[in-house]
Every structure is written in C-alpha cells, then in structure tokens.
C-alpha cells in the first residue's frame, strides 16, 4: 500500500483559548501500518512540515481501520505560522475534527 504522508496525526491538544495546538498525537505512516502514537509538542510538528515532511490527519473507523483524513500545512498570518487542515486566514490552528486527548 503506498502511504499517504510521512505522518497522520490522530489526536491533537489546544491551549486555553483554543487558538494554538500544544501537542498532537503523530504516527509514523509506513505503507502498510500505522506506527505506533508519539506525542509532538506544536514546535516538533511545525519544524517537520517546513522541512518538507508530509502531514495527514487519521481517524480510527467503525471497523478498527485507520481511515486518511486531511492534508495538513501550514497557513501563516501576519508573520505568524498555523498549523490548519484549510486555507483558511483565520489566525489560528485548525485541525478539523480529530479527537482531544
């Protein structure tokens, strides 16, 4: 199976105000398996994008399966970097609708 990023992200973490992502939950997408869950503070994933590491969100389906979700980039706004499943110009992170942990 070819893979669909370098990393899916399954789970992510906001800050109080909701408008920045602390942690995400990333797993390694290595074709045929998912990669085991490691904890990325927002720093770690923002630096794997801008070095050209590909990003997609992943969700768990009904029958056990990781299904693709989003492509995931950066979006920057006024000099500032978001981390966003759109191109949205709104000046925060957004990662659609993966679970909180």
């Not at 290595?30 to 969100?57: H, P």
Request: proline content about 1%; aromatic content about 8%.
């Amino acid at each position: 199976m070819d893979t669909w990023a370098d990393y899916g992200i399954a789970k992510v973490r906001y800050d109080e105000d909701r408008m920045h992502i602390t942690n995400v939950e990333v797993h390694e997408d290595r074709g045929d398996t998912i990669g085991l869950a490691e904890d990325w503070i927002r720093s770690q994933a923002l630096a794997a994008i801008e070095i050209g590491k590909s990003f997609v969100t992943i969700l768990m389906n009904d029958e056990n399966k990781w299904q693709r979700g989003q492509d995931v980039h950066i979006v920057t706004i006024k000099k500032e970097k978001y981390i966003r499943t759109d191109w949205n110009q709104t000046g925060s992170d957004n990662l659609e609708n993966l679970p909180e942990y």
